[in-house]
């Protein structure tokens, strides 16, 4: 084993060995992959996972990482066998509301690029013979179908190696990562030290022990998964061939099926989670089979197993030949974790990702570590999205459970989680409450979409109320539409209190702040600038304002859930030479957002400093005395009125909301939410970061 490496992978799984690759492929050399199982059946979910590829997803992050997936496995072969067979996928719905978010999900495929369509019953029957004519229809993609994870696995490997680029170890335990100076250094293991100053840990479930080494929390929890392949069905007599009948899903009944030959896989998430620490996983030497599988828990299964049998009667009464609890990891929020962790520097994850994605991982991992860029916007998949309570083990568990008894709902875009709740209160979160506060959750805070103290405003604007129906009107209140009206004619109060604030202070923070953003920041103290940050081939990396209130004084204003991500990506590109200081002073700071035509004459009522247009112009920043206290009040508006951001610290804040409420009540001041807040900023036209701005996106 070499004693230095360009970079040592953890993990020779799928994830791993798709890495490499597209690193060899890339032109790296040098690179050491370890594993301390075999290889290439490392034990883990590539060796036991039956490898479906369904490509059709919500987020288009997750629907492009699949099809470049399959576009990978499909280049592969190994020993002259095909390492992906596209034999179609198929969906199936038994109700009239499955059939309906097919057609959505069909609809945002073919949005991605996918051949993806609506059929009937009979069509699906035509593809699989053996399903029930009680379906009501079904939503098909043509090129979704089987990967040989294994096979995959060594195809690559055996590229890497032909390549003089890579070499792989079998039975290689790590036993520690060697960080110095904030940056891995490192690798121990049972078989001698490897130097390196890069790690990526594609460790599967595994993956919190190899986090822990480092000391980070990788936000994920190994759950135990029932899945069965029957005996050989009469139906099915004399069949050898791999697969031929598309892959096959029931979400109604939380379930995927496979034919494979004569017989037929069933998997079902039908069942309460069946959560493993990652400290209780086997090892090697004391797993009856493989580490990542389980006993069979029976009980768990036989609702999945009546569901099969309604939906292919074959499957009724046939018994079952092999039978497993799979062990595979869910996250926070579905998505996998990846990217390099700003707390040590070199140290780099991609974990959580199923064999569905796990080739277009490898290629955007490549990429973001010899480019510096991945070419997909992987923002959704970042490890910089999570905060500081996303990775305690109570919410790793909470979350992730939630997210397997979830894994096939229908789940409106809107739709919130029910827990863990109530982590970050604003202070006016108490006045929010007595309106009638609808409360949506972002970053951990508590965060209004309207009032329902605000519904008597719908008499006043009969004429102009909006309407939406069915699906379109879940999560969603006519009173939404009232505050953004009230908003537009009068003055609301908008609870911006969760935005990121970051102070930049030191000698060269005009000089840093130049460097790292599109917009000029030379300018007069008082001047609020917006601006975008741009990663090296001009993608937006940041959206944000930078207030000038200082000589060697700035403060950046950006979204709440984006917070960690932009702090992130300026402390990496500000020198670290101690001359500039950042602080995240969000916990210490409220912000009201005071918008309408009204507010300047609310404005005036309760302090006494000139907020005229002349005295108070556009894109400036002034301390204002409202009430005896004293405010940063910006003069800016996402919503495209006249207003202003008033800041204050965050023990102030019920005072500050209760004076500009009692100064407002002539003026009809209301109190709005945040689904008036995106309505107005849409109808104005600006843009948010993550949904119609991101890396793919230039200036």
């Not at 100076?181 to 190899?210: M, N, Q, Y």
């Not at 999560?475 to 953004?484: I, K, L, Q, T």
């Amino acid at each position: 084993m070499k004693g230095q490496a360009r970079i040592v992978i953890i993990g020779a799984g799928i994830v791993g060995c798709s890495t490499a690759f597209h690193l060899a492929n890339l032109g790296w050399k040098d690179i050491v992959v370890i594993e301390q199982g075999p290889i290439f059946e490392t034990g883990g979910s590539t060796s036991h996972a039956p490898g479906l590829v369904f490509q059709t997803n919500p987020a288009k992050t997750m629907c492009k990482l699949a099809q470049d997936t399959v576009a990978i496995y499909s280049r592969l072969e190994l020993d002259g066998q095909p390492c992906y067979y596209p034999i179609g996928g198929i969906e199936v719905a038994w109700t009239p509301e499955r059939l309906m978010e097919l057609k959505r999900r069909s609809s945002s495929g073919r949005a991605y690029g996918l051949d993806s369509e609506v059929i009937s019953a009979n069509e699906s029957i035509e593809h699989i013979p053996l399903l029930s004519d009680k379906i009501l229809g079904a939503m098909f993609v043509k090129n979704d179908g089987i990967a040989k994870a294994v096979r995959a696995a060594e195809a690559m490997a055996n590229y890497c190696r032909r390549k003089g680029a890579a070499e792989f170890h079998s039975h290689t335990q790590v036993t520690g990562i060697e960080v110095t100076g904030g940056r891995v250094s490192g690798v121990e293991t049972d078989k001698g030290r490897i130097k390196t100053d890069l790690i990526l840990s594609a460790a599967g479930i595994w993956g919190p022990r190899i986090g822990r080494m480092v000391g980070i929390t990788i936000p994920q929890n190994p759950m135990q998964h029932c899945y069965a392949e029957t005996a050989p069905l009469p139906e099915l007599e004399g069949r050898t061939e791999e697969v031929s009948h598309p892959i096959l899903r029931h979400q109604d009944k939380s379930m995927y099926l496979r034919q494979e030959a004569d017989h037929y896989g069933i998997g079902s998430y039908r069942h309460e989670p069946l959560l493993v620490e990652a400290d209780d996983l086997l090892s090697h030497d004391e797993a009856l089979d493989q580490p990542a599988i389980m006993p069979f828990t029976r009980s768990h299964f036989e609702e999945g197993r009546m569901a099969a049998g309604e939906l292919i009667p074959a499957l009724k009464n046939v018994g079952l030949a092999y039978k497993i609890n799979g062990i595979f990891s869910f996250t926070n929020d579905g998505f996998p974790i990846l990217g390099e962790w700003p707390q040590v520097k070199g140290f780099w994850s991609a974990e959580a990702v199923w064999i569905t994605h796990a080739g277009g991982v490898g290629k955007a991992m490549a990429e973001w570590l010899v480019e510096g860029v991945p070419t997909l916007d992987l923002h959704e998949c970042d490890v910089t999205r999570f905060h500081p309570h996303h990775l305690t083990k109570s919410y790793i568990a909470a979350r992730a459970a939630q997210n397997y008894r979830e894994v096939y709902d229908i789940i409106h875009p809107l739709q919130q989680m029910e827990k863990p709740r109530n982590i970050r209160l604003s202070p006016f979160h108490q006045r929010q409450q007595e309106l009638g506060g609808v409360f949506f959750e972002a970053a951990g805070w508590e965060r209004p979409q309207w009032h329902q103290a605000n519904e008597a405003l719908l008499d006043e604007i009969a004429g102009d109320a909006a309407e939406r129906r069915g699906w379109e009107s879940k999560y969603w209140s006519p009173v939404a539409g009232a505050e953004h009206l009230g908003a537009r004619s009068r003055v609301a109060m908008f609870d911006l209190t969760p935005f990121t604030k970051i102070e930049v202070t030191g000698g060269t923070a005009l000089e840093s702040l130049e460097h790292i953003t599109s917009n000029r920041m030379d300018q007069p103290v008082g001047r609020i600038t917006y601006t975008s940050m741009l990663n090296h081939k001009g993608g937006i990396k940041c959206d944000l304002t930078v207030t000038r209130l200082g000589k060697d004084k700035f403060m950046i204003i950006t979204g709440c859930g984006s917070g960690i991500h932009d702090m992130t990506w300026i402390r990496a590109n500000m020198p670290d030479d101690n001359s500039v200081q950042l602080s995240d002073v969000t916990s210490a700071m409220t912000c009201i957002g005071l918008w309408g035509p009204n507010s300047r004459e609310l404005l005036s009522r309760v302090t006494p400093n000139d907020v005229s247009n002349e005295a108070f112009p556009y894109m400036s920043a002034q301390e204002i005395a409202v009430d005896g206290l004293t405010c940063l009040a910006f003069r800016i508006s996402y919503v495209g009125e006249l207003g202003w951001e008033i800041y204050a610290p965050v023990e102030t804040g019920l005072h500050l909301w209760d004076t500009l409420w009692d100064a407002g009540q002539s003026l009809g001041v209301l109190a709005a939410g945040g689904a008036a807040f995106d309505s107005l900023r849409l109808e104005k036209g600006y843009r948010l970061w993550g949904n119609e701005l991101h890396t793919e996106f230039n200036p």
